[in-house]
């Protein structure tokens, strides 16, 4: 089974900044998209925040296994429109990867229901990923740590909801240290952060951050049919409980009648 | 030290429906706080859906402990700048209860980042509520289980986060069952869902509610100072770092330039 | 990729009770073992208490993906060696599931670190079984509620720890609920529980049940190679450390002296 | 309210290591104890390995609200009896805090179900402690990360169970990252693991340290009464059913009989 994979880039440095372009030429998507394509059970798109709707209208998402999501300069031009329909699809079962200043994108704040804020410093400097749980999934095939020669810091506190399981923590050459790698569920579907890559390095071409990525798709891949109806708040009427009951007392709704939301 | 709890009442029903008004002439939030004033330890305040900005000024809510929400029928009426100021409270440290078909309240979903939906049934059926941990705070000197002889029917799949803890489970006459109290963390602020308290029925003059309602507001309460700058993603200067660094590598943020949302 | 499931069954009260006899001529093991071999992915073979070593030697353990274990009147009679072997191999990765009564197995407490108790009632009553997240591949195939017309109660509260994921509920017609299947983490290892399956009933010939199983093992298998040393505490010499730093201080240990366990 | 805290020293080192001795000459255990009591509503006591018993003999553990355990050479001669003893305070409500090497404490493993063991490196090198939820009662008081000038490094990955919330997180001078504060459940008590305290360097003189065994003293205790049958299994009769039920098909067990375990 393969596995849709689709790649959003807000493709903004790339245009605005010469260092970020010399490093993705093509934009920070294609290069996430050609890891993914390494791996033959995952087929990558990509779209960017330019395309309309942002490339994630109704129908990509409705054949979409899993969303990549990487935005910085420009999250608060992302319509909360289609805010709203990427959520949805993720409580229905559609897998969310959130990569570095996603943390700040208005679909993991959406989700999480939280701040998302934490310390940054933009220095250059050695990060140390060190995997926590060497049997996830999201750590097949990694070493118990390798190194990002230079990366922009991340600093705790990291202000999200404790995570169902921490993957990664990053150690930084100038003291500080960061929950790298955190996975929730929402719904159906299943979401993971994955703090490296900052624009102005070449982060998406360590073979290590490759894998983490592929191993991710395949983590927050759920098979199951989309859980169409989660957002629904069905009335089960008397005569259908599951258990014989009589009708008793006072009734606010009547019968058929929807409930408020 | 005295816990200051402010209750929300939505206080429509109360208002268009004889039933509801019978059973609660001065409001479900006045019985609500009259739940809470029997411990001394508690001060309830009540404000409702029609006051000002809802009551939940920041001014109130700077003075607030713990907020608990009984909304329904008026959801939609509820201001968005409203619930992120309370979303903001929350994280910095104010617990939240939420009560009943606040499920649906904005600011249930917005601090979830999820559905929040259920199957229900309004046919005074028996609720049975089984305590799943005897020895959680907000489990403090209740029965084993006891009965609500009428309540509205919830049922699962309630599509909301998985919790820290579940502490209540429910039984319903007609067959089905609920997480009927749940936890979560967000930011530092407990948050609290408490199943019971269909309008159309006295669940709010039920001492063992009442317990509950009570052992929620001193569970939810946080001593600690606001955590004021949850939200804030403040820049470390190089010359900041716990440990000595030198700058290396090119740079997309100017010295003291703030971070993208 | 075929899932080696290896299905432990207790195997003495199909040999003492003749009812549990004619339901289960072959033992409850082969009823079991059959379930999951209509899934071509899953091979699935049986071992029993009185084989040597309960048939879980070293060898038979280091191939099995996915272990399978239902037990009863007797718990007491496991080696404490075998359990033991059982935990390092969950640590390392292989899945374990725990079926009814193995509430209290050597192993189930062993890995939860609890008393992992719970109320009963042996009554033939019905049990109305919920599904929680029907997104969770444990789920999968489900539909929302399934009944067994007959089956022991379990009641809360269940003292085990606080798990990953609560995927099943059940109603119990006596007026009880209980939290049927939940998962957690050792190590690499994940860990079902699944509550029905009471000896004097055909509990799993029931289709419903049968594909909870089945989807268990696939849930429970993890792929990655086993961690084999989740058990160790190796020293890193100080010339070894991954950032060069200088030995400063008293210390305790010799150089090459193994840690303290 | 006072709290009664007990705490447990191995007391081995400081008679046989005269660096540890010179540091803690009336043990780490009286250190220990004397930064609790710098909070007056904590009593502290003492106990070593080498009394009776360990001093936690039913009638101590008894009126124990909170015991912290240090241990590190002679995890091997706690008695086995004892440790159960602690286990079943703990799952009844009293809360328990784990200590530095007490990573390999019998107790820890047993409440744990889990290998509990990390790498780790004895070169007096510097740790950053690193508070990831500044709303959390056991950081109250502290700044965003407070520094160890030596201390034995301890790293990932560690094998315990995902934690209920985590903490701190450690960074060291040599490249290592530490999850160094972990708080976990157990029935009705609470579980918290502190990483610092290695018995050459003064860790517990450190007054960064003492704030946060005090929080965690507090933090740690539950004042409901102990959860006095949480390992019981009672047999609900049919006649006491919350649900009028009839029995109905075959039954294993006699009337009035017990569960098997």
């Given at each position: 089974m393969t596995i849709r994979a689709l790649v959003f880039g807000e493709n903004v440095h790339e245009k605005l900044n010469e260092t970020v372009r010399s490093i993705y030429p093509d934009g920070m998507h294609a290069t996430i998209a050609a890891a993914l394509a390494e791996d033959g059970a995952i087929e990558p798109t990509t779209v960017t925040?330019?395309?309309?709707e942002h490339g994630c209208t109704e129908a990509r998402l409705a054949v979409t296994d899993v969303l990549l999501w990487w935005g910085h300069k420009a999250h608060g031009d992302v319509s909360d429109a289609v805010v709203e329909r990427i959520a949805e699809h993720v409580w229905q079962g559609m897998g969310l990867i959130v990569l570095h200043s996603g943390h700040f994108a208005k679909i993991f704040k959406r989700l999480t229901g939280s701040p998302c804020a934490l310390k940054w410093r933009e220095a250059g400097e050695r990060e140390r990923i060190w995997t926590v749980?060497?049997?996830?999934p999201i750590a097949k095939g990694l070493p118990p740590s390798f190194v990002l020669e230079n990366e922009e810091m991340y600093g705790e506190p990291f202000s999200v909801p404790e995570p169902m399981e921490t993957v990664f923590l990053s150690w930084f050459q100038g003291g500080e240290v960061f929950r790298s790698g955190l996975t929730w569920q929402r719904g159906a579907g299943r979401l993971f952060y994955f703090r490296p890559g900052h624009e102005t390095y070449p982060t998406y071409y360590d073979p290590h951050v490759r894998q983490v990525l592929r191993n991710a798709v395949h983590w927050a891949h759920n098979p199951a049919p989309r859980w169409t109806d989660v957002t629904q708040a069905p009335n089960v009427p008397v005569q259908d409980a599951p258990e014989r009951i009589e009708e008793r007392g006072p009734k606010l709704h009547k019968p058929g009648e929807e409930g408020y939301r």
């Open positions: 925040l330019q395309d309309p749980n060497p049997g996830h």
